[in-house]
């Protein structure tokens, strides 16, 4: 908790205190404050922040004007709203542009912790979901250079033998044996070749299903 950065953008001096002091009690070590719309800008152009916290009327400015910034300059990190006169209007508007959810003031100690436990929380599965899916298209890229440069023929099917994928010299052996390239169906491979890749595939998916359901296949 001493690494999580929060900020809070509040004209209201004894909010911006109150709200302080509540998290650091808690153990948020890291709390920037702004008073402004421009220091929560130069606060936010400056340093990362895992939590931002801001009222949705700030002194010559909005909050949704902070959200659209937030939204436009590319920052990631979750927001949330604080309101003194919640309606539909304004947590549809603060939604719209990316708040991560909106409180009604008066706001106690209790209801502070409790959304910005919410907000990190998604904030760390959102980062978790993002790194996973950078982790997994580079190995989806990596497959493919190698799916690519494999000199042998390499045919991906699904489980009902219909083909997924050919590489190139896959491509080229069926277009040796004069049949399209565009062959859906492991089955309609023609000759002794055709039949083996056939027969190879449907050995892989039967002990693929015996391991699915806990079997060993007998000797």
């Given at each position: 908790?001493?690494?999580?950065?929060?900020?809070?953008v509040?004209d209201?001096e004894s909010?911006?205190?109150?709200?302080?002091?509540?998290?650091k009690?808690e153990?948020?070590?890291?709390?920037?404050?702004?008073?402004?719309m421009?220091e929560?800008?130069i606060?936010?152009?400056?340093?990362?922040f895992?939590?931002i916290?801001?009222?949705?009327v700030?002194?010559?400015?909005?909050?949704?004007?902070l959200?659209?910034?937030?939204q436009?300059?590319?920052?990631?990190?979750?927001v949330v709203?604080?309101?003194g006169?919640?309606?539909?209007?304004?947590?549809?508007?603060?939604?719209?542009?990316?708040?991560?959810?909106y409180?009604?003031?008066?706001?106690?100690?209790?209801?502070?912790?409790?959304?910005?436990?919410?907000?990190?929380?998604?904030?760390?599965?959102e980062?978790?979901?993002k790194?996973?899916?950078?982790?997994?298209?580079?190995?989806?890229h990596?497959?493919?250079?190698?799916f690519?440069?494999?000199?042998?023929?390499?045919?991906t099917?699904?489980?009902?033998m219909?083909?997924?994928?050919?590489n190139?010299?896959a491509?080229?052996?069926?277009?040796?044996?004069?049949?399209?390239v565009?062959?859906?169906?492991?089955?309609?491979?023609?000759?002794?070749?055709?039949?083996?890749?056939?027969q190879?595939?449907?050995?892989?998916?039967?002990?693929?299903?015996?391991a699915?359901?806990?079997?060993?296949?007998?000797?």
């Amino acid at each position: 908790m001493d690494d999580i950065h929060i900020l809070i953008v509040d004209d209201e001096e004894s909010l911006r205190l109150t709200f302080e002091m509540f998290l650091k009690r808690e153990g948020y070590g890291r709390i920037t404050t702004a008073a402004t719309m421009e220091e929560a800008l130069i606060a936010i152009n400056e340093e990362k922040f895992d939590l931002i916290i801001s009222d949705i009327v700030l002194q010559g400015a909005r909050g949704t004007d902070l959200l659209r910034h937030i939204q436009m300059t590319g920052v990631q990190c979750p927001v949330v709203m604080i309101t003194g006169y919640p309606n539909l209007e304004s947590a549809a508007e603060a939604v719209r542009y990316g708040a991560f959810d909106y409180i009604s003031k008066p706001v106690n100690k209790e209801t502070l912790l409790r959304f910005v436990r919410q907000a990190l929380k998604h904030w760390e599965l959102e980062k978790e979901k993002k790194a996973l899916q950078l982790e997994n298209e580079k190995y989806r890229h990596y497959l493919e250079v190698i799916f690519s440069s494999v000199s042998d023929a390499i045919i991906t099917v699904d489980e009902k033998m219909n083909i997924v994928q050919l590489n190139h010299t896959a491509r080229n052996w069926i277009a040796e044996m004069q049949q399209e390239v565009e062959v859906h169906d492991l089955k309609a491979l023609p000759g002794g070749m055709g039949l083996a890749c056939f027969q190879d595939a449907s050995k892989v998916d039967q002990g693929r299903n015996l391991a699915d359901h806990g079997l060993h296949r007998l000797p």
